[in-house]
C-alpha cells in the first residue's frame, strides 16, 4: 500500500486533534463535545500508524483501497457526532422553550404584585413621593436585573397582598436542571 496516504491521514488527523485541544484551552469548544472529536481522531491516527489493521479490515468487508475504508469510518464517525449535536440542540430547544415561558409567568407576576403594590399605596393614601421620603423602596423591575429590595412588600404593606397569584406547581418544571 501507499504509506504516502497514510502519512497524509495521520498529519491531519495530529492536526485535527491539535486543533480541539486548542479551542479547549481557549474555552471554545466544551469538553464534553470534545471528547468525541478526540477520539475520533485518535481512532484515525491509530489506523494510520498501523495500517494492516486497516488493510486486514478492508478485506474483511470486501473493500480493494484500504484508504478509502479510512475515510469511510471518517464519514460514519461525523455522521454519529452530528447526530448526538443534533440530539443535543433539540434538548437545549426544549429547555429554552420551558425557560421562556416560565420567565413570561414570572414577569406576569411581578406585574401583578406591583400593581398591588400601587393600589395599597393609593388605598393608605400614600403617593409615590411620599413613601420615597418615608424611605419605603417600591421597585422598578423593568430596569434593573435583580431585585435590591430594602423593604419586602409584607413591610410595604401586608395585608393587601393576595396570596392566591402564586401559580400552581407545574411539573414540566422539574425537568430544568
Excluded at 7 to 31: G, P
Amino acid at each position: 500500500m501507499n504509506l504516502n496516504v497514510y502519512f497524509v491521514s495521520f498529519c491531519i488527523s495530529l492536526a485535527f486533534a491539535t486543533t480541539i485541544l486548542y479551542l479547549i484551552r481557549k474555552r471554545k469548544l466544551k469538553e464534553q463535545y470534545a471528547l468525541l472529536w478526540l477520539l475520533m481522531s485518535a481512532i484515525m491516527m491509530v489506523l494510520s500508524l498501523f495500517p494492516s489493521i486497516l488493510d486486514e479490515l478492508a478485506v474483511r468487508i470486501g473493500i480493494f483501497y484500504a484508504p478509502s475504508l479510512l475515510y469511510l469510518l471518517s464519514v460514519v464517525a461525523i455522521l454519529f457526532i452530528l447526530l448526538h449535536l443534533t440530539i443535543t440542540v433539540s434538548s437545549l430547544t426544549n429547555r429554552v422553550v420551558v425557560l421562556t415561558q416560565t420567565l413570561g409567568l414570572t414577569e406576569e407576576r411581578i406585574q401583578k404584585l406591583e400593581k398591588q403594590v400601587e393600589k395599597a399605596a393609593e388605598a393608605q393614601g400614600i403617593t409615590i413621593a411620599e413613601e420615597e421620603k418615608q424611605g419605603i423602596a417600591i421597585p422598578d423591575f423593568s430596569q434593573s436585573p435583580g431585585l435590591s429590595l430594602k423593604h419586602s412588600y409584607d413591610q410595604v404593606c401586608p395585608s393587601s397582598l393576595d396570596r392566591d397569584v402564586v401559580p400552581p406547581h407545574d411539573p414540566s418544571r422539574e425537568e430544568i436542571r
